[in-house]
């Protein structure tokens, strides 16, 4: 039996990636979330612990990208880069320049360190668009990029989207992730729910997927009064909350493409209703409701909803966000000690976060006006750049990472299937293979007549199930007709160019004919067996017999 030898090599060479909203930016503090105890360092910039709304875009080991409180927008060491741009349609008409109570910092899609600041801005006639700008952080200082059709500063309006008073929308995590990355955003207008696509070209111009006649709800007032929108993180559930009717919304998604799904629509009467959350469970989430009772928590899979008890803590008038560890967080009154008040998602436990915290929005948006306000983040998001292989299968088997031991063996003439995992759930911009010969140290060599073969970068990342006897050379070799030793490296990129690699090893088996005997028992002389007839008219008469096989080269 002759073996082949296979080692697939990848050496780890990359920084750790974005997680989702590990930090979190609450003037004049900094916070990291994903600690069981959250702990704080100081924002730069000097700023007050007093502020309406802020958010702001941090690297995995909390390094501050920039950061947004109120229309102020900072760089990494606080200082002051421009204004959040007032919407103006055309020069001397109507201005829209009090901001809303969310702020969203998306990253774009297949972009590094690029971002969308996505906005609300209202005016006394009661029309409230949403626009966004683009800001590239990619040198030493961030530089914005505005709607460059006009002779002035004006930020992009995402078209067909924009309520009355106020915009409540929310962003999904990324879909399409191999072929087309993209966002989608789903808001509240008086007429319905609109979707826009987001990805690295823009944002769309908004397109019904549910008007108030198909929810059967009420034209405008259960939409204009919205305060908070939420995407589950299954991307499933789409949910909204009204202080106008006192009514929470929750209706079914398509997870591919955000799409309602019909006859889904759920609402709840729920007094004085001002933020909003889904706990973490990907098919049927728990949306947890700040009201005039505290808070209230809905159940999507038996519609059920029941009151938690926050002790001593007021949080009556808060926007709610997910951090870590299970916890829900809103922010308890500065006359009732201006605290970060946890919620376990599990038991309702209660904790609090050290700090005070003075939050509330004070700016001239009525829908808003007083509630205390966190940052907006997209659920379920790890706003991940770069891409960390944990482990990978063959054959749904994690080779060895060294030589040391027997090595896992395969069969040349079945599927060879590689699939890889990644850390913090990243997604390769590129990828590629290399597959070379090795001797029995793991050391490459040159041997006639084996694969060697070197990939060239692909655009995103292998198919489920990817068969690595598919990689050939240039003279036609590859892992179905080569036998000996190799190395099999795969690497992947980041949309920032940094590249990241593991080695792990198998073993290969040829393909080799089996050769069989066939001969039969002789009752008369067990000694010697009897050659089988080629004639059907002269059998053999061996009486009751039986017949053995013996393989003398096969595999398995």
């Known amino acids: 039996m002759r073996l082949s030898l296979i080692i697939l090599s990848l050496t780890l060479l990359s920084n750790f990636s974005f997680a989702q909203m590990d930090y979190w930016t609450l003037p004049p503090y900094q916070y990291h979330m994903s600690l069981l105890n959250p702990t704080h360092t100081t924002l730069p910039g000097n700023q007050s612990n007093s502020f309406s709304v802020a958010n702001g875009a941090y690297e995995p080991n909390g390094n501050l990208v920039f950061y947004v409180k109120d229309d ?5 060491q606080g200082v002051f880069v421009n204004n959040l741009p007032i919407y103006m349609p055309y020069p001397n008409g109507p ?21 969308y600041i996505i906005y609300s801005m209202d005016n006394p006639g009661g029309f409230s668009p949403l626009l966004y700008i683009k800001i590239d952080c990619t040198g030493t200082s961030p530089v914005l990029t505005y709607d460059s059709t006009f002779p002035y500063i004006k930020p992009f309006i995402i078209s067909n989207q924009g309520g009355s008073d106020n915009t409540a929308f929310a962003v999904s995590q990324t879909f399409n992730p191999a072929s087309n990355p993209s966002r989608f955003l789903l808001a509240a207008k008086e007429l319905g729910i609109y979707k826009s696509i987001i990805n690295s070209s823009g944002i769309s111009t908004g397109v019904e997927i549910a008007s108030y006649n198909t929810l059967n709800l009420q034209y405008f007032d259960d939409f204009a009064t919205s305060t908070e929108a939420e995407i589950s993180w299954g991307t499933n559930y789409f949910a909204w909350c009204s202080i106008g009717t006192d009514k929470v919304f929750i209706i079914k998604i398509d997870p591919s493409d955000g799409t309602y799904v019909p006859n889904s ?20 989430p728990n949306l947890f409701v700040s009201c005039s009772q505290g808070i209230k928590k809905i159940s999507t899979l038996n519609n059920s909803t029941t009151t938690i008890s926050t ?21 308890s009154p500065v006359t009732n000690g201006g605290k970060l008040i946890g919620i376990s998602t599990t038991n309702s436990s209660i904790s609090t976060v050290s700090g005070i915290f003075d939050s509330q929005f004070t700016l001239a948006n009525y829908v808003c006006q007083n509630i205390y306000t966190l940052p907006d983040q997209i659920d379920g998001e790890n706003y991940n750049t770069s891409v960390i292989i944990s482990d990978f299968t063959i054959n749904s088997n994690i080779p060895s990472l060294n030589c040391d031991r027997r090595l896992e063996e395969y069969c040349q003439d079945n599927p060879i299937a590689f699939n890889a995992n990644y850390f913090n759930g990243g997604i390769p911009y590129e990828y590629k293979f290399a597959i070379y010969p090795i001797n029995s140290s793991c050391l490459p060599i040159s041997v006639k007549g084996q694969v060697n073969y070197h990939g060239s970068w692909q655009t995103g990342e292998p198919i489920l199930n990817f068969d690595l006897r598919s990689l050939t050379d240039g003279v036609g070799k590859n892992l179905g007709n080569s036998s000996g030793s190799f190395a099999i490296q795969y690497s992947v990129k980041d949309v920032c160019g940094n590249i990241n690699t593991q080695i792990r090893y198998i073993s290969v088996v040829d393909q080799i004919p089996a050769q ?23 059998p053999v008469y061996v009486g009751t017999s039986s017949i053995g096989i013996h393989p003398t080269n096969y595999t398995a």
């Open 516 to 538: 069989i005997a066939l001969e039969i028992y002789n009752m008369n002389n067990s000694q010697v067996y009897l050659s089988p007839s080629q004639n059907i008219n002269t």
């Open 95 to 115: 201005v829209y320049d009090i901001l809303s109570g969310e702020i969203a910092i998306v990253p774009i899609p297949n972009e590094c360190k690029k971002y």
């Open 72 to 76: 102020g927008i900072y760089d990494d």
């Open 311 to 331: 002790g001593p803590y007021d949080l009556s008038n808060t926007f709610l966000e997910y951090g870590s560890k299970n916890k829900i967080y809103g922010v």
């Open 265 to 284: 629509i759920k609402s709840f009467s729920i007094s004085d209703p001002k933020g909003i959350e889904f706990d973490s469970n990907l098919l049927n």
